[in-house]
């Protein structure tokens, strides 16, 4: 039973990290025009260094999140996974003829 339990929150992690690295995208591209934006309207201000600095933050983490996901990628069983019982009896229990 514990590894149908690791097994399913082995997934959730892997959900997880799925969506935090869009996020994470997500947030790069805000910032990256911010960076810009700021960079064209005002050179040098203090403006644009943060956007640039939240930038690197941000690409750092989306960084790290897909390395992480590299890291443990899902084995492929070759099968869908099922969460029910099988609904076939298997062939060893044959009932003899009455």
Do not use: N
């Not at 644009?48 to 999140?65: D, E, G, H, R």
């Amino acid at each position: 039973m514990a590894q149908k339990t690791e097994r399913i929150q082995f997934l959730r992690a892997v959900r997880q990290l799925r969506r935090i690295r869009s996020f994470y995208a997500a947030a790069m591209l805000l910032w990256a025009g911010s960076a810009a934006w700021s960079g064209w309207q005002a050179s040098g201000a203090r403006q644009m260094w943060v956007s640039v600095l939240l930038l690197a933050v941000f690409t750092a983490l989306f960084v790290t999140a897909s390395v992480s996901l590299r890291r443990i990628a899902v084995p492929a069983t070759g099968r869908p996974v099922r969460h029910a019982a099988p609904h076939a009896v298997s062939s060893t229990r044959r009932h003899a003829p009455a």
